[in-house]
T-cell receptor
Framework: KAGVTQTPRYLIKTRGQQVTLSCSPI?????VSWYQQTPGQGLQFLFE???????NKGNFPGRFSGRQFSNSRSEMNVSTLELGDSALYLC?????????????FGPGTRLTVL | EDQVTQSPEALRLQEGESSSLNCSYT??????LFWYRQDPGKGPEFLFT???AGEEKEKERLKATLTKKESFLHITAPKPEDSATYLC??????????FGPGTRLSVLP
């Protein structure tokens, strides 16, 4: 079974621009979560989507948003990029939402903001 | 506020030198505790899930245990390929996942 895929793998943007990242979950998984990973803050939860609805949200500004499509694929958007948004953005999928199903991570998208 | 801490921050071992990594947590209601391994530039790779105090799980040279306040990842006779960052995470009853900062393990040949 194919794993979680994320595109693009690397991205370079400048301050003020916006960016959209994409995540395709493992086949059959309906829940997708997004995380930001930086050397200083570690892995921080952004939000989780299940059945096209945002179920949980972390403590990030409104510039960070996401959505999920009917095929469970998800996109994350960051508007008005800041230097501090440079990070590895990870997507994770799991079977459902109301369970302790394990999250499986994708390889991440490395975003550099200049 | 739910919190996860890990110690040590970094650990260097000689090949074959067994040791343990610690994950301490405070959580409003524990649904599960997860261990992941992360190699540089890659996404975390799932290792174990533990659900209740007293539970233990093993995989090759790794063994994870859980108490009411902490979890240990025991590494027996490690090899250089075990070098990675090991992450601990808890899931609370609100379905949120909180990750610890990780332990960076280096195993020298």
């Amino acid at each position: 079974k194919a794993g979680v895929t994320q595109t693009p793998r690397y991205l370079i943007k400048t301050r003020g621009q916006q960016v959209t990242l994409s995540c395709s979950p493992i086949s059959g998984h309906r829940s997708v979560s997004w995380y930001q990973q930086t050397p200083g803050q570690g892995l921080q939860f952004l939000f989780e989507y299940f059945s096209e609805t945002q179920r949980n949200k972390g403590n990030f500004p409104g510039r960070f948003s996401g959505r999920q499509f009917s095929n469970s694929r998800s996109e994350m958007n960051v508007s008005t990029l800041e230097l501090g948004d440079s990070a590895l953005y990870l997507c994770a999928s799991r079977t459902g939402y109301s369970s302790t199903d394990t999250q499986y991570f994708g390889p991440g998208t490395r975003l550099t903001v200049l | 506020e739910d919190q996860v801490t890990q110690s040590p921050e970094a650990l260097r071992l000689q090949e074959g030198e067994s040791s343990s990594l610690n994950c301490s947590y405070t959580v409003s209601g524990l649904r599960g505790l997860f261990w992941y391994r992360q190699d540089p530039g890659k996404g975390p790779e799932f290792l174990f899930t533990l659900y209740s105090a007293g539970e233990e799980k093993e995989k090759e040279r790794l063994k994870a245990t859980l108490t009411k306040k902490e979890s240990f990842l025991h590494i027996t006779a490690p090899k250089p390929e075990d070098s990675a960052t090991y992450l601990c995470a808890v899931q609370n009853y609100g379905q949120n996942f909180v990750f610890g900062p990780g332990t960076r393990l280096s195993v020298l040949p």
